[in-house]
């Protein structure tokens, strides 16, 4: 996968995020009756994270960056279908965990892309650039997003999101066929 298809699945990935975030966090209040579950329900979510962060890291080296970033677009693209029917607190929990799995599957992958592409070569200027573009389109998706939530409902931004982590999935599976195709094509170097 090269850079510019690599920065465009990561801002998909963010406009999606970005869009559901600040509901999903009314979400998650208003499944618990107290403070305390959404506190417990935020911190399984940051401490499950932080615990497969070495794990997702080893098994980012053995199978490869693509396997990783594939498995948190379809993942997310799946959770974002389930978060909208959540009616127990220990379903939101069971999501939380899954969820800061696949969140420090993404994080550890797009650092490790990230360090593989620039090669120290203009390091600092591609991570600058990756951050621009996934930032801006982060923002964007929070300013529309207050805009269509007066318009829509609260899941059906939830199934919008699912549907852009299906499309970034789709472009990474089409930068996976293209980048074999082009291998394929070349002549073995001796």
Same mark, same amino acid.
């Given at each position: ?35 305390? *579950? ?12 932080? %615990?497969? !962060? /070495? ?16 498995? !948190? ?15 127990? +607190? ?14 420090? +599957? *993404? ?6 892309? %990230? ?6 070569? *203009? ?7 990756? !951050? %621009?573009?996934?930032? +801006? ?49 070349? /002549?073995?170097?001796?």
């Amino acid at each position: 996968m090269n850079y510019r298809t690599f920065v465009t699945i990561q801002s998909l990935l963010m406009t999606a995020s970005s869009m559901v975030f600040p509901f999903y966090l009314l979400l998650i209040r208003n499944i618990g009756d107290s403070y305390s *579950q959404f506190g417990l329900a935020y911190g399984l979510f940051a401490l499950t994270g932080a %615990l497969v !962060h /070495p794990i997702i890291g080893r098994l980012s080296d053995q199978f490869g960056d693509r396997t990783f970033i594939l498995l !948190h677009t379809w993942g997310m693209a799946g959770m974002m279908l389930i978060v909208p029917i959540i009616e127990t +607190v220990t379903a939101l929990y069971l999501v939380q965990i899954v969820m800061g799995i696949l969140g420090a +599957v *993404q994080k550890t992958s797009e650092k490790t892309v %990230l360090a593989r592409q620039s090669e120290g070569v *203009q390091t600092g200027t591609k991570i600058g650039s990756y !951050h %621009l573009w996934t930032s +801006v389109w982060g923002a964007i998706a929070v300013m529309l997003t207050g805009y269509l939530i007066d318009f829509l409902t609260i899941g059906s931004l939830f199934y919008i999101a699912s549907f852009l982590y299906m499309i970034a999935g789709g472009l990474l599976l089409k930068s996976v066929t293209t980048t074999s195709e082009i291998q394929e094509k070349k /002549p073995v170097q001796l």
